[in-house]
């Protein structure tokens, strides 16, 4: 899903221009080279992905490339025209499925083609930020994945100090501190930034909000060094200050408190 800069409206960056945009910025580099080292981490050996928000294909070549069974969906009819090309000998392969169609209809289909259950869902680079309705996706997701299932997922950070120099941000303070989210205008859809306690809400009875992470990794090290929600969680967003992301990792609920 294409994702348009810091808030501002205009045209709908996708396939090629996407690409060298994303790829652009060390910083966006070194966020995803974190993102992938954490589900590198996270996802057993041979698990299946499901990447949600696929875009150009350039993570799920790298999960494939990294031994994953990956499906992929995008809505964006020039991002899956560039992932058909850039993951094209994977796709022959087996080791990538794509499926790229209305988002509705994505949410309406009783079951996709992800070869069983699915381990993990990954979403990098803010897709769920385009999303409004965050319950009717973590439900999508629920019946998506297995029992011991997870979905880890690079958001637009509402702390990042960075943003502090834009009027927007500040326009929307209020509505962030009383409701826990706003959103502001995008080139494809409305762009949503959400406290943690926001994600929390949204994702029940589906999911629990089990971890955060800084998305980048801390100076010297690999990987993105998690925040303990269960210790200190009031204070988290303190440490994420510093990026543009953070990643959310939400554990599957199982049993009739999820059901739908």
């Known amino acids: 899903m294409p994702n348009a800069r810091d808030g501002g409206a205009g045209h709908v960056v996708t396939g090629a221009e996407y690409v060298e945009q994303i790829t652009a910025r060390e910083s966006d580099r070194r966020a995803r080279a974190a993102f992938r080292e954490l589900v590198l981490k996270l996802a057993r050996p041979g698990a299946t992905l499901f990447d949600f928000g696929a875009g150009t294909g ?138 943690l306690a926001d994600f929390a809400v949204q994702s029940a009875p589906y999911f629990t909000l089990a971890s955060v992470f800084r998305g980048l990794p801390a100076p010297g090290t690999r990987g993105a060094p998690g925040i303990d929600l269960r210790r200190g969680g009031r204070g988290a967003w303190v440490r994420l200050t510093t990026c543009r992301f953070m990643f959310l990792l939400f554990a599957r609920h199982s049993g009739s408190s999820a059901s739908h």
């Open 58 to 195: 350039l993570d799920a070549r790298f999960y494939a490339e990294h031994g994953f069974n990956v499906v992929a969906y995008d809505v964006d009819s020039r991002m899956c025209e560039f992932f058909t090309a850039h993951c094209r000998d994977l796709i022959e392969a087996g080791r990538v499925r794509l499926d790229c169609g209305g988002y509705r209809d994505f949410l309406g289909r009783s079951s996709l083609d992800v070869g069983g259950s699915v381990d993990l869902i990954t979403s990098n680079f803010a897709p769920l930020n385009l999303i409004a309705d965050l319950p009717e996706l973590f439900a999508k997701f629920h019946a998506l994945t297995a029992p011991h299932g997870a979905v880890l997922a690079s958001v637009l950070s509402p702390y990042f100090l960075g943003d502090l120099k834009y009027r927007w941000w500040w326009r929307n303070l209020l509505p962030l501190v009383r409701d826990g989210r706003y959103f502001v205008p995008g080139s494809q859809a409305p762009i949503f930034r959400r406290r």
